[in-house]
């Protein structure tokens, strides 16, 4: 069973914070780059933060400074603490684990921020 299982999400208010994770089954995080991606409605989906193998971490524009990737190998999970929400954050945020010949996603957390 390889499986991302995404949580975490929820409704907040503009200026809260988030906490999103990844879980992962049947796959290491720590083997894989992870990313997240977000898609609101009407929207294209959109690249939010990755975590490589070997560590280096890239950010899209928009969340840089506001949101923070990371793993725990232990808990075989990557987190997206989101801070300084905004309106335009509002999306189903899903993550991502890649390698050679390997792609996988999870089924999307809905993060709502009301103002």
């Known amino acids: 069973q390889v499986q991302l299982v995404e949580s975490g999400g929820g409704l907040v208010q503009a200026g809260g914070s988030l906490r999103l994770s990844c879980a992962a089954s049947g796959t290491k995080v720590v083997e894989n780059t992870v990313a997240w991606y977000r898609q609101a409605p009407g929207s294209p989906r959109e690249f939010v933060a990755l975590?490589?193998?070997?560590?280096?971490?890239q950010y899209a524009d928009g969340v840089r400074g506001r949101f923070t990737i990371s793993r725990d190998a232990a808990k075989n999970t990557v987190s997206l603490q989101m801070n300084s929400l905004k309106e335009e954050d509002t999306a189903i945020y899903y993550c991502?684990?890649?390698?050679?010949?390997?792609?996988?996603w999870g089924q999307g957390t809905q993060v709502t921020v009301s103002t």
């Open positions: 991502n684990a890649f390698r050679l010949n390997f792609d996988i």
């Open positions: 975590i490589a193998i070997a560590g280096p971490i």
